[in-house]
């Protein structure tokens, strides 16, 4: 099943503590993304790659940190994690950049930071 | 930044009856593009249109695109409780490195 793979679905953890989240996606995409979902905001682009080891800054990289050494992975790192990234996080993968191909959504990460 | 406005943000209807909901931006997008998410879930792609003024149905639903690119609306016929959820579009950019989202159109529709 063509898929993108989020984990964890839930995660819990303290201030400064880094964490990563992993995404997999199955569909040989070459674009992928990273976003955030916070009531009130909508969806807001963290990060995104268009390629292996070609990633570039959304609208809110800031504690943020991403890697594509593969194409079919794209971790979402945080350093030291802080309240204010309390938040829905998605990964989303296209086999364009975006403007045809339609995004395929993971079910989510709901971080919260304590 | 380009922005995306939905309106409305908040539609509560029976079962049975029609709905429209609004996309408009003052920029031009290449395409737009119409998510629904339900809760616990992801967006999940409905359809994407490209072309000023182009039509496009997917059974009850209607999209539509505006002629100047810049505002497209989502028209459901015959509204049924399985069309509830969360209505995003979502506009790509000329360069297409990223789709900016509406803040979304919470729809519910009650038996």
């Given at each position: 099943e063509a898929q993108v793979t989020q984990n964890p679905r839930y995660l819990i953890t303290v201030t400064g503590k880094k964490l990563t989240?992993?995404?997999?996606?199955?569909?040989?995409?070459?674009?992928?993304?990273?976003?955030?979902?916070?009531?009130?905001?909508?969806?807001?682009?963290?990060?995104?790659?268009?390629?292996?080891?070609?990633?570039?800054?959304?609208?809110?990289?800031?504690?943020?940190?991403?890697?594509?050494?593969?194409?079919?992975?794209?971790?979402?790192?945080?350093?030291?994690?802080?309240?204010?990234?309390?938040?829905?996080?998605?990964?989303?993968?296209?086999?364009?950049?975006?403007?045809?191909?339609?995004?395929?959504?993971?079910?989510?990460?709901?971080?919260?930071?304590? | 930044t380009q922005l995306l406005e939905q309106?409305?943000?908040?539609?509560?209807?029976?079962?049975?009856?029609?709905?429209?909901?609004y996309c408009n931006s003052s920029s031009v997008f290449s395409s737009l593009q119409w998510y629904r998410q339900e809760p616990g879930e992801g967006p999940v792609l409905l359809v994407t249109v490209v072309t000023g003024g182009e039509v496009k149905k997917l059974k009850r639903l209607t999209f539509q695109f505006g002629d100047a690119r810049k505002d497209s609306s989502l028209h459901i016929t015959a509204a049924q409780p399985g069309d509830t959820g969360l209505y995003l579009c979502a506009g790509a950019e000329a360069a297409g490195n990223k789709l900016t989202f509406g803040g979304g159109t919470r729809v519910l529709v009650k038996p």
């Open positions: 989240v992993t995404c997999s996606q199955n569909m040989n995409h070459e674009y992928m993304s990273w976003y955030r979902q916070d009531p009130g905001l909508g969806l807001r682009q963290i990060y995104y790659s268009m390629n292996v080891e070609v990633t570039d800054k959304g609208d809110v990289p800031e504690g943020y940190k991403v890697s594509r050494k593969e194409k079919r992975n794209f971790p979402l790192i945080l350093e030291s994690p802080s309240p204010n990234q309390t938040s829905l996080y998605f990964c989303a993968s296209s086999p364009t950049r975006g403007r045809f191909g339609g995004y395929t959504f993971g079910s989510g990460t709901r971080l919260t930071v304590v | 309106s409305p943000q908040f539609l509560s209807i029976q079962e049975g009856e029609n709905l429209t909901v």
